[in-house]
């Protein structure tokens, strides 16, 4: 088992920056893949980034692209998001996973463990 616990989440003002966090700790794995998404209220849940936990390159949705970025901290089997540049439509609960795969995905069923979420609300 993974567990997954994110945090950072809040209120800020459109323009505003955040970031989250997201520390792993149970059974590790060598090689997977650790992702981002959010859901807004009534919407699908949305990819966000995703990045493979050996190393290698990032990926990000194009709602963010150029706005968050992601990033770890081996030492502390930690991931985190950099939200930058906030916007009103960035509202929702935030989730990070991992999927236990060399391969990555943007599709959120193919993620095995999920965090509990955090919410991060931005206004105008």
């Known amino acids: 088992q993974v567990q997954l616990v994110e945090s950072g989440g809040g209120s800020v003002q459109a323009g505003g920056s955040l970031r989250l966090s997201c520390a792993a700790s149970g059974r590790t794995f060598s090689n997977y893949n650790m992702g981002w998404f959010r859901q807004a209220p009534g919407k699908e849940r949305e990819f966000v980034a995703r990045?493979?936990?050996?190393?290698?390159?990032?990926y990000y949705g194009d709602s963010v692209k150029g706005r968050f970025t992601l990033s770890r901290d081996n030492a502390k089997n930690t991931v985190y998001l950099q939200m930058n540049s906030l916007k009103p439509e960035d509202t929702a609960v935030y989730y990070c996973?991992?999927?236990?795969?060399?391969?990555?995905?943007?599709?959120?069923?193919?993620?095995?463990?999920w965090g509990q979420g955090t919410q991060v609300t931005v206004s105008s």
């Open positions: 990045m493979r936990w050996s190393g290698g390159s990032t």
């Open positions: 996973a991992v999927r236990d795969s060399w391969l990555g995905s943007r599709t959120w069923e193919e993620y095995d463990y």
